[in-house]
């Protein structure tokens, strides 16, 4: 069966797994979100009368585990269980959406525009080259996880009352200072607890010190992947490297630098990135499969192609 056939026969029979009293003040409807990478995410939506908070489950894991030959019973059994944790969890605090209430809780996210063409089509974006969009999202008072953001879209922009340059201009303000970029060396990333920002550096690094690879992300590191475009991040890394670099978008919450004298070939570089988003990166976390390159001469950064031969697509640094 389809997912949508699933979800109806789901729908009818839980109302057998769920207490009398929860039930009959419910109301469970159907729904179908594009998220990002344009996923379409297949769910219940179970609103308690008189009530404005009306968690979203979704249930494609369970399509699928059904599809594996699980019992839908079994299936059954563990909605019921998630909506009786939903129900008792802390919900999203409310926000007024004006501009003088959210102005100073702004930020970014890194998207690729032909994997989001859906989901960008009600969005407000910047085109920064090489098919990247940045949008910007309200981040809600008390978040500890980065989890409850409001993408601006056309209907918060309208709220919001002001035009596209000063929203995107706002934002790089409160990103530079709420979540400012960070450039680690590999290996301090994976293996150390004292990690140095390189980017706090006056000075370029000895020769002797420039590695394999770096990690660029921002300072919470969720969703970091957006500090390639903040203000001189591409041209200070060169000047940290002395030399030009690859850029690796190994998912949306961070970017791995190689530079460009290290010797590595470019269509290998393509290949694991292909292969690391096939098989080790989350789909939702999924950047791009393209890998980039920063010219230090030219301060353009441009598409590398799968051939080798980079494009001639110039990213506007923002």
């Known amino acids: 069966m389809d997912v949508k056939k699933f979800i109806n026969i789901i729908k009818e029979e839980l109302p057998d797994f769920l207490p009398e009293e929860v039930y009959q003040d419910l109301t ?14 297949h769910g219940l939506t179970f609103r308690p009368k008189g009530s404005d908070a009306a ?3 979704y249930v494609d894991d369970l399509y699928e585990r059904h599809q594996n030959g699980e019992d839908i019973g079994f299936l059954l059994v563990d909605l019921a269980n998630r909506y009786e944790a939903a129900r008792h969890a802390p919900t999203p605090p409310d926000i007024d959406i004006s501009w003088d209430k959210v102005r100073d809780n702004l930020s970014f996210r890194l998207l690729e525009k032909s994997r989001n063409a859906d989901f960008l089509s009600n969005m407000t974006y910047a085109d920064v080259g090489n098919g990247l969009a940045l949008i910007v999202d309200i981040n809600m008072p008390g978040d500890r996880d980065g989890d409850w953001r409001i993408a601006v879209n056309h209907g918060v922009m309208e709220a919001l009352g002001v035009d596209k340059e000063t929203l995107f201009f706002t934002a790089m303000d409160d990103a530079l200072v709420n979540d400012p970029p960070v450039l680690t060396d590999m290996t301090q990333a994976l293996f150390s607890s ?3 920002n390189l980017l706090d550096r006056s000075a370029p690094m000895d020769p002797s010190e420039v590695g394999g690879m770096y990690v660029l992300t921002t300072e919470s590191g969720n969703l970091g992947a957006c500090a390639l475009f903040y203000p001189d991040v591409q041209d200070k890394a060169a000047e940290l490297m002395g030399s ?3 850029v690796l978008p190994s998912s949306t919450h961070e970017c791995i630098l190689v530079p460009d004298t290290a010797g590595h070939n470019e269509k290998d570089l393509c ?3 292909k292969e690391a988003n096939r098989t080790v990166v989350e789909p939702k976390d999924v950047l791009s499969d393209n890998v980039y390159h920063f010219d230090k001469d030219s301060r353009q950064l441009t598409k590398v192609a799968a051939d080798r031969e980079r494009d001639s697509m110039v990213a506007e640094v923002r």
């Open 28 to 41: 469970i409807d159907y729904v179908e979100v594009s998220k990002m990478n344009d996923q379409k995410l």
């Open 194 to 196: 004292d990690k140095e």
């Open 271 to 273: 290949a694991m990135v």
């Open 55 to 57: 968690p979203t489950l």
């Open 244 to 246: 030009g670099y690859y």
